[in-house]
């Protein structure tokens, strides 16, 4: 029901926007989580309504946002560090907590994010 795209081979410094479309239905609470080799997954940017929230490590240099239309949410990231190198998972659900995993229903396969220094 979730379809992630836009990850790839980005350098330090540089952007880019992750899309996420979902079918069969809308959710009020759409989410992007991200997981490190080695390390668990972990709460990126979430929207509930219209109330955007983010993790420390991103609130500066995301946005996160949805086209009601296309049912598509979208993750734009700036200035980007090889730390933010991970999978990338879109979620949705109906729980308005969207910082937590616990949240969402459904998942998205993962889209490869890698920042070269």
């Known amino acids: 029901q979730l379809q992630a795209s836009g990850g790839g081979l980005v350098q330090a410094g540089g952007s880019l926007r992750l899309s996420c479309a979902a079918s069969g239905r809308t959710f009020p609470v759409m989410g992007w989580f991200r997981q490190a080799p080695g390390k668990e997954r972990e709460f990126v940017a979430g929207l509930w309504s219209s109330r955007t929230y983010y993790s420390d490590d991103v609130k500066a240099r995301a946005t996160i946002s949805r086209d009601n239309a296309k049912n598509t949410v979208y993750l734009q990231m700036s200035s980007l560090k090889p730390e933010d190198t991970a999978v990338y998972y879109c979620?949705?659900?109906?729980?308005?907590?969207?910082?937590?995993?616990?949240?969402?229903?459904?998942w998205g396969q993962g889209t490869q994010v890698t920042v070269s220094s």
């Open positions: 979620a949705a659900g109906s729980s308005p907590v969207p910082f937590v995993e616990t949240a969402y229903d459904y």
